[in-house]
């Protein structure tokens, strides 16, 4: 409570700088928004990704996506990189969740090259009239595709609602999550090559946890989901939490 107290009092001395593509989006970014408007996506926001309904419709995709990234980096020769596979992967995993682009269509492939156009890692070497170029194509194809199918964004919008804030087009909402979708496929990407690094140079910290308390006869998506739960923490118990 305390702690909680402290935070509340100085929030405006604890505030995180804003990312680069702020500006690009009218009213601001999620965690950068006015107090009342970043509440009302809060909660929106929360009851939506924690669907586990709707999560667990899509496991196989993402694990057949894990799967192939990993026969990928086997396949590599020995020294190379594992980042690449991993990204792509974690790419197309987060596209059809957020916007509902299967990793078979085209439009998949496309939207990988456009959001390397606005990729704030590459701001310093992407051209302006590129970087936004790039954003109304991505806006284009996300309004073409995502609010008709079962995906985040389908589901936070409202087409036929009254609140205008939750039209599909609305331009907070809609580079919200064009935007959130970068920013999640870039972080998980990032720690799943460093969960894999953890894997390879501590194989016997974390193991192969998982099979002697769910048994052979648990569904694999079950397995599949404990596992996760074991590696990840022993994953984090292995390297340094201020670095994380």
Request: net charge positive; glycine share 8%; aromatic share 10%.
């Amino acid at each position: 409570p305390e702690g909680n107290a402290f935070l509340a009092e100085h929030e405006d001395d604890t505030v995180t700088p804003p990312m680069p593509f702020n500006r690009d989006v009218p009213g601001g970014f999620m965690r950068y928004m006015a107090p009342d408007r970043h509440r009302a996506y809060r909660a929106r926001m929360m009851r939506i990704f924690a669907d586990r309904a709707f999560l667990e419709r899509y496991d196989h995709e993402v694990s057949d996506a894990w799967a192939t990234a990993l026969r990928r980096i086997a396949a590599s020769p020995r020294g190379a990189h594992p980042a690449a596979p991993i990204e792509e992967a974690t790419f197309a995993v987060m596209a059809r969740l957020f916007f509902g682009i299967g990793p078979d269509e085209p439009g998949l492939t496309r939207l990988r090259s456009l959001y390397r156009d606005i990729d704030y890692r590459r701001a310093l070497v992407t051209r302006r009239r590129r970087y936004e170029r790039a954003l109304k194509a991505i806006e284009a194809q996300v309004l073409a595709v995502a609010p008709a199918r079962d995906c985040l964004f389908g589901r936070f919008s409202d087409p036929a609602g009254d609140d205008p804030w939750l039209r599909p087009d609305d331009p907070t909402l809609l580079r919200n999550f064009i935007f959130l979708m970068q920013t999640s496929w870039i972080d998980v990407a990032d720690l799943l090559v460093w969960t894999f690094r953890q894997h390879l140079d501590h194989p016997e910290g974390v193991g192969h946890p998982g099979t002697r308390r769910t048994g052979g006869g648990a569904p694999a998506a079950a397995r599949r989901r404990h596992r996760g739960r074991c590696v990840g923490p022993a994953s984090v118990g292995l390297g340094r939490g201020e670095d994380l």
